[in-house]
């Protein structure tokens, strides 16, 4: 099948004279029904099926919901599990691995395998994986699934094959690591109690072998029973009955001591020898009240006792606080010696490790460095220093700092734009940090040869802006912006922002970014617009402020056109703009406080601010209330630094604003874009008349969006992409109150088709900040309708500006030369062009006005107008024209006067042999057309979907070409070719659950694209074969071979004495020969497809086979080094002991018997 599709393939590009020339040529889900082309377009399209393949790449960001943690303190890697199943595991920067369980259950518990390059991971349920971690992508190797207990703990001595598993019911099992088969030597809860015991003692809390003797296993109970287990003689040494319930246990390095955390709030001390009460107890934030009594606290739920050659012991523990202050932040305590240090912590403490020098138990632990693990964040304290600072994070763990309300991703971005915004970004950063190096420095990471620099942007609900450095598969904040610091700072319960706006009034809706430029632009929810120009220096500026009336004063019912064809482009003279139409506003001017209809949601600061270098504010667009309603959101954006314009939209019309005069030239409702050509016939609505409704449903916060899952999604416009040919409906619509708040419908989807999720998305996914509602609310807000034989309309519907595009192209049929145009597309699936008349001198551009003028051309697609992008008539892909920076703060130099330096790229000037034209790719959420102009025709057509719909679409770059790259509501990732709009790839990719992803998936060139997987990670993918194929060589390694630290000398009385009691040989007594088999009916034994069983999904063909043999090879040649390195150390360990037995002889040779 794959060599006949290639065959297709090869007879669609290699049509006579290898050109497209006919619409035929179409994919067969669709066909033109414009005209055929006027001329053959000679166009050799060079992709096919086999550049595209879609895989993950890398996660970013801090693991959501975290629930265990783990490291190596060899490889010196750290591991994170998560609620959903996934395993995080980190290094040095630029080693980052993300693995995922299949069952997709929570991870409780993790363990290394030290110095082997391997990790054990327990699962929620009940499952063992083992995870080989010495191939770059991980994969499991082993899996065992308890079937009659459930898993509450799991310890794995140091350089031992045999895993201890404590169970629910208190039991204890141990697990072959190598074959991942269940011994069956079990430690029954009824044996290791005692038998007049009345009481079950609970499940398993801890398990951890001596260090004076790995025969000896110490088995805690959670009701407060701690077990010593002899497991040579198979009984107990001793046994501890305790009060309290216990939550650990850690030992003393010497092993004769250890301690106990407890429920109370109290750490009591044993001695293994006097195990009838504790020879010390302490509260240590238990204070003794007035009364005599004790505070009461908190449990402690997890204690480290760790020594130190050069001072006293450490004793470290999370929580113990009393209950008596409230509001008191979750905390750390670090006691050592009469110094007790508490560390308050942002968020909860989930877990926390002490990394120490040695990996063995049983010597000076020299502990240097606290890992802790909150519930969103990760923090690393420094021990060596008495004021316990923390290490700056090198990964990007903040990402969440404030939930992300928009992400845009660029690729191939200028060399330059990252060092600048490095060095503006490098003087905020906070100090105070450990000057030590990052203790997580495992792995090795190299700068992969396919690598360009790439940057993403996230905006966030409290208003920043965040600019990473995405470069090779890492990811490093360079510089943060605040757009709140544009406006006053609303005060509760005043003015219009306090009206509109819960909280969050600066969350960031989209933003639009010109790296050559480097102009920026951001959309806001309170319907406001700032555009920030790049300094390398300070300045004193007063912020520009514009005032725009976007508000029609009737609203219009739309009923199709008797002609069910699609209207064809006509002429029509250029309009004005009409003045009710735009309100602009002087720079500094204010809006008076009684005039209640026409008042912005925010306000601007008026004074003279201080800008440090960076992104400077150089206007600010606000939407104004009309007659007591707040304004609609902005629901599209384009800007252009050639041109200077900026251009908006919403569900009421467009805006032109030319932001180098500080004017709005153009705006129009976008029934007024049409004039005579209004393809639909609009009945007038009759005015408002209640106006309270609508206000109080405009505008919610934000940074509870991922708070709760039981919320719905809502939105201030739909995209409509059918038509109603029924008047009953409208009639019906006439008979509605118009001010009554109207939510989407789903027009095209069966609910029982489609999931909820992507049923309610269907409604909303256009909008670029998506609103909260209760469950009660979702019925109203969602209402489905569907007819064999039309589609109805069930709101009053007010067609949305959906997408906008400046460019050089053809406003009109007899245009002969391409002139700055700007595209503008609707949520009904029209495409309109305004042509732009603007002054070419750089004196006159600042001084003449821009003209504008709809010219009344118009398209029609299925579905909401997405994607605009332009081609030459060779296909290759025309950029947009843009100004080259300027500093506009740099000194004057009289010698070079600042003058706006413009880059074109004109459609007619890469094709001398094809004459003038050029083509346009339109994309909706059903459809995708190429026209040819000027001639306006429709050589390609294509229908993407019939039972879904497009989310997002970009015409990207892939190897050396350019296709339109699509994500569906239902999951999968299509690309097509250009101009031909053959499907190319078809992937169902992500089963579509999660609105997060839905507004925050976007493609970018070099065949990625990326999403916000969680509240707090980003998750990247490619969808080129090329750089699938590369990816090895792009990822880090998790392990590196590292000769294992010896242990230390114990001298020659403890060794020759004390040695036997350390000989203990657990294959002697766990193995089947001793032990048995286990009960097959406990625990099934899964094989995994790790190790070179997994090369299989990574390759296929003679390249896989390569590829698993050379893997096969670096084992085997590994295997053969380290049998080399013991054969050496053997040679050595009998070298030495000659030496000795020689030395021995000549000292005793001549030696009487009673000298002896």
Not at 8 to 16: F, I, N
Not at 1028 to 1050: H, K, W, Y
Request: aromatic content about 8%; overall charge neutral; glycine content about 8%.
């Amino acid at each position: 099948m794959k060599k006949f599709r290639k065959v297709l393939d090869g007879l669609t590009t290699s049509s006579p004279g290898g050109t497209i020339g006919s619409p035929s040529c179409g994919s067969a889900a669709g066909t033109p029904t414009a005209a055929p082309t006027p001329r053959e377009i000679d166009v050799q399209e060079t992709l096919t099926s086999d550049n595209f393949q879609l895989c993950k790449t890398v996660r970013h960001g801090f693991p959501y919901q975290p629930t265990a943690l783990a490291f190596d303190p060899v490889q010196k890697i750290l591991a994170i599990g998560s609620r959903s199943g996934g395993v995080r595991i980190l290094g040095r920067p630029g080693v980052d691995c993300f693995c995922q369980h299949e069952s997709g259950a929570a991870v409780l518990h993790l363990q290394f395998l030290i110095n082997e390059g391997a990790l054990v991971t327990a699962c929620a349920d009940d499952t063992l994986h083992l995870w080989n971690l010495r191939q770059r992508r991980p994969a499991v190797l082993h899996s065992l699934k308890f079937n009659r207990e459930r898993i509450t703990f799991c310890h794995l001595p140091f350089q031992s094959k045999w895993l201890y598993v404590g169970t629910e019911r208190g039991n204890t099992h141990i697990v072959n690591i190598e074959s991942f088969i269940l011994s069956g030597y079990v430690i029954m809860w009824n044996k290791a109690i005692e038998l007049s015991t009345k009481t079950h003692p609970g499940p398993v809390v801890h398990l951890s072998d001596s260090p004076k003797d790995e025969g000896k296993l110490l088995i805690g109970f959670e009701a407060g029973t701690i077990v010593q287990w002899d497991l040579r003689a198979k009984k107990a040494d001793f046994r501890i009955y305790y009060d309290e319930a216990i939550h650990s246990v850690s030992w003393h390095h010497e092993g004769k001591q250890f301690m106990c955390s407890h429920s109370d709030g109290s750490l009591t001390l044993w001695n293994p020898r006097n195990t009838t009460k504790p020879f010390q107890v302490t509260f240590p934030h238990g204070k003794i009240q007035k009364d005599g009594r004790k505070e009461s606290c908190k449990p402690i739920l997890k204690v480290e006792y760790k020594t130190s050659r050069s001072s006293e012991p450490f004793i470290i523990f999370s929580g113990g606080l009393s209950y008596d202050k409230a509001g008191r932040r979750p905390a750390l305590t670090i006691m050592h010696g009469k110094a007790i240090t508490v560390l308050e912590m942002g968020y909860p403490i989930v877990e926390f490790m002490v990394l120490c020098e040695t990996p063995y138990n049983n010597e000076v632990q020299e502990p240097y460095t606290v890992v802790v693990l909150l519930e969103k964040d990760l923090i690393v304290v420094d021990l060596t220093q008495s004021s316990f600072p923390v290490f700056e994070n090198p990964y990007p763990m903040d990402i969440h700092e404030s939930p992300v309300t928009c992400t845009a991703y660029f690729a191939d971005c200028p060399p330059d734009i990252i060092p600048i915004l490095y060095s503006i970004g490098a003087k905020h950063k906070k100090t105070g940090y450990s000057h030590k190096e990052w203790p997580v420095g495992g792995g090795t990471w190299t700068l992969g040869s396919h690598t360009y620099p790439e940057i993403i942007i996230t905006g966030h609900a409290d208003g920043s802006i965040k600019f990473w450095d995405a470069s090779a598969f890492t990811l490093q904040m360079l510089y943060k912006l605040k757009t709140s610091k544009v406006f006053e700072k609303p005060k509760a319960g005043e003015g219009r922002s306090a009206e509109m706006v819960e909280e969050d009034p600066f969350a960031v809706q989209m933003v639009s970014w010109c790296p050559q430029s480097r102009i920026f632009c951001v959309v806001g929810i309170s319907a406001h617009i700032i555009l920030y120009r790049f300094s390398k220096y300070d300045a004193n500026t007063q912020i520009v402020s514009l005032e725009v009336r976007l508000q029609c004063e009737s609203e219009d019912v739309i009923t199709p056109s008797e002609n069910e064809n699609y209207p064809c482009f006509s002429e029509q003279g250029s309009h004005s703009p009409q003045p009710h139409h735009q309100h602009p506003v002087s720079p500094g001017s204010r809006t008076p406080e009684g005039a209640k209809d026409r008042g912005p949601c925010l306000k601007v600061k008026e004074r003279v601010v201080r800008v440090p270098p960076g992104y400077q504010s150089d206007l600010v667009i606000q939407l104004l209330w009309v007659d007591g309603e707040p304004p609609q959101q902005i629901t599209s954006l384009d800007i252009n630094s050639a041109y200077g314009l900026l251009a908006f939209g919403n569900c009421n019309g467009l805006a032109v604003v030319d932001y180098l005069q500080k004017t709005v030239i153009l705006c129009m409702s976008t029934v007024d874009l049409y004039g005579a050509t209004d393809p639909y016939q609009r009945l007038t609505r009759s005015p408002r008349r209640n106006r309270q409704s609508t206000s109080e449903h405009c505008m919610r916060g934000l940074s509870n969006f991922y708070s709760d899952s039981k919320k719905r999604i809502r939105t201030s416009y739909q995209s409509l992409t059918e038509l109603n040919d029924n008047q009953q409906s409208v009639d019906m619509e006439r008979s509605k109150s118009p001010t009554s708040v109207h939510y989407p419908t789903s027009l095209h989807n069966d609910p029982r088709v489609l999931p909820e999720p992507v049923a309610s998305l269907r409604a909303s996914h256009c909008s670029p900040v998506f609103y909260l509602l209760d469950n009660e609310s979702r019925e109203n807000s969602f209402s489905r309708s569907r007819s064999s034989s039309v589609s109805s309309i069930d709101r009053d519907t007010k067609e949305a500006i959906t997408t906008l595009q400046f460019g050089e192209s053809y406003g009109r049929k007899s245009d002969v030369l391409p002139t700055p145009c700007l595209w503008v597309g609707t949520s009904l699936g029209m495409v309109l062009l305004i042509p732009l008349s603007i002054p070419t001198d750089h004196e006159e551009r600042m001084e003449e006005a821009v003209t504008v003028g709809p010219s009344g051309a118009v398209q029609m697609l299925k579905g909401s107008i997405l994607r605009f992008a332009f081609l030459d008539c060779m296909g290759a892909l025309i950029q947009s024209p843009y100004e080259v920076w300027r500093d506009l703060n740099a000194p004057e130099d009289p010698d070079r006067p600042r003058r706006r330096k413009l880059v074109h790229f004109s459609p007619s000037s890469s094709q001398d042999a094809n004459g003038d034209g050029h083509l346009a790719v339109v994309c909706s959420e059903r459809q995708a057309k190429v026209f040819l102009m000027p001639s306006q025709a429709c050589l390609f057509v294509h229908n993407i979907t019939e039972s879904s719909f497009v989310l997002r679409a970009d015409v990207v770059s892939v190897c050396n070409s350019v296709c339109l790259a699509c994500f569906c509501a239902n999951g999968h990732v299509m690309t097509l070719s250009l101009p031909s709009l053959r499907p190319l790839m078809d992937v169902n990719y992500l089963p579509l659950t999660d609105m997060r992803i839905a507004r925050t998936f976007c493609f970018t060139n070099g065949g990625q694209a990326l999403y916000l997987s969680s509240p707090t990670e980003i998750q990247r993918i490619t969808y080129s074969q090329e750089m699938c194929d590369n990816l090895q060589e792009m990822l880090g390694e998790l392990f590196t071979p590292i000769e294992t630290p010896e242990a230390q000398n114990r001298g020659f009385l403890k060794g020759f004495f004390g040695g036997n009691a350390h000989a203990f040989d657990r294959e002697e007594l766990f193995g089947e020969a001793a032990a048995g088999k286990a009960s097959r009916s406990l625990a099934q034994h899964i094989p995994g497809q790790g190790g070179v069983e997994g090369m299989k999904m990574a390759a296929g063909g003679a390249v896989g086979e390569l590829a698993r043999a050379r893997i096969a090879l670096d084992e085997r040649g590994q295997r053969l080094g380290e049998l080399e390195e013991r054969t050496a150390l053997m040679m050595t360990s009998a070298e030495s002991f000659s030496k000795h037995a020689h030395e021995l002889m000549l000292k005793c040779k001549d030696k009487k018997w009673y000298q002896f």
